[in-house]
């Protein structure tokens, strides 16, 4: 499958594509609100931060407990009643006179609860689509969520500004109900991908054994660590321009479209497949520039090239499915959108943290500098000898290797 065209014309895709365009849109605005509201009472970049990100802290304890239910629970259903949770808490915390504790008690459920989603989601997507399309529909997926995520930033920050986050809250709330009425009249109904009961035990066994595999764990943690790290500095977006946040959120989520759109339709698969690690190089360099305090155009250019970067989850993906038998598709991707999302989290929290000890700027370096670090440590396209996959069969071992499956993620990636 090699055009968009095809995607479309396949059953399932445009209804699972709407839906969650809607939730971005809702995480995005709502995210903003939040954050600003948060900051407003506060004066703190670290709980502004949390408050953003904070839920993705959850999700380890659902990467640790909920997981073996990605393959196990009826799609439909489980996708519906996901969108109708978020819309119900975000309608929570658009209540007057919240308390602060109550509002991070709120965003900590949104995060378990959405430790799930990612698995479901995805696992479908395979589904719903050949192996040789999924790469070109993921990709779809994330262009799109950027361009959602402009729209939904600007939008957002205009909506702060003219009404207030209260309001802007209530919008949020609408736009995951509507993703959930999507959802339930747009797909089909469709069994589950395995058999059994969904348990905290089999989701301990099933993380063991796709831990155990050397070359999908150098997989996770390429995709988790550096990615996260600069999702720490944009968590300090609101900190560093209260004012114009809301720009450099959607410069961000330019530049990660125009990475998408390059690795997922432009580049020939022999030069998508070498460019995990220069890819994640990008999605870091740029964010030294900002321990200079540079005024926001120039920290909005740096946000635009940075997150061209975010590119290499594509590539970094198509190899996790490659090395993943198909029984653990779900669980596999949620697994790396748990830990991805639990890695942002702590990135946020300790950007914040440091932020408060220096300043925004410089935070965001330190935060850059360390996923530089762990890129050039992974050494992610490094070639190494192939493995079996805990699953009897033998497969490529590297996140450079080329092979497999076609085949991103975060809460904003």
Not at 232 to 240: I, M, P, Q, R
Not at 297 to 321: D, I, K, P, Y
Not at 381 to 394: C, L, M, Q
């Amino acid at each position: 499958m090699r055009s968009y065209q095809a995607l479309f014309r396949t059953r399932e895709f445009t209804p699972l594509f709407l839906s969650s365009s809607l939730q971005v849109a809702g995480s995005t605005i709502g995210g903003l609100a939040l954050g600003t509201s948060v900051y407003e009472a506060t004066g703190s970049p670290l709980l502004s931060a949390l408050s953003m990100f904070g839920p993705s802290l959850a999700q380890v304890v659902g990467a640790t407990t909920l997981l073996s239910a990605a393959d196990r629970l009826p799609p439909r259903a489980t996708l519906t009643g996901l969108a109708a949770s978020f819309a119900v808490s975000t309608a929570l915390l658009a209540l007057p006179g919240l308390p602060l504790w109550a509002v991070f008690a709120v965003i900590a459920v949104q995060g378990l609860i959405a430790s799930l989603g990612g698995g479901v989601r995805w696992g479908l997507l395979t589904e719903i689509l050949p192996k040789d399309g999924y790469l070109l529909g993921r990709s779809v997926f994330n262009m799109l969520h950027g361009l959602t995520q402009i729209t939904g930033y600007a939008t957002g920050g205009a909506l702060v500004a003219l009404l207030s986050p209260r309001v802007t809250l209530l919008v949020s709330a609408a736009l995951y109900a509507a993703a959930a009425l999507r959802t339930r009249t747009g797909l089909t109904r469709r069994a589950p991908r395995a058999t059994g009961r969904p348990s905290v035990a089999e989701t301990w066994r099933t993380n063991a054994r796709l831990w155990a595999s050397v070359p999908r764990r150098r997989l996770y943690l390429g995709l988790w660590i550096p990615n996260g790290l600069v999702v720490g500095c944009e968590s300090l977006f609101v900190a560093y321009a209260p004012d114009r946040a809301g720009l450099l959120f959607a410069c961000a989520a330019l530049g990660m479209f125009a990475g998408d759109v390059a690795v997922g339709r432009l580049l020939p698969p022999r030069v998508r497949d070498r460019l995990a690690t220069p890819l994640l190089l990008l999605l870091a360099a740029p964010y030294l520039v900002l321990a200079l305090h540079p005024p926001t155009a120039l920290a909005a250019a740096c946000a635009t090239l940075a997150s061209v970067g975010f590119g290499a989850s594509l590539v970094q993906q198509r190899h996790l499915l490659a090395l993943t038998p198909p029984d653990l598709t779900g669980h596999a991707l949620g697994l790396h959108s748990a830990g991805m999302l639990t890695f942002q989290g702590v990135s946020a929290a300790l950007a914040g943290g440091v932020a408060q000890l220096t300043s925004p700027g410089t935070a965001m370096a330190v935060m850059a500098a360390a996923s530089l670090a762990v890129t050039l440590a992974l050494a992610v396209d490094r070639p190494r000898p192939s493995v079996p996959d805990g699953a009897g069969a033998v497969r490529p071992s590297s996140i450079g290797t080329r092979g497999g499956t076609s085949r991103t993620g975060r809460f904003r990636r």
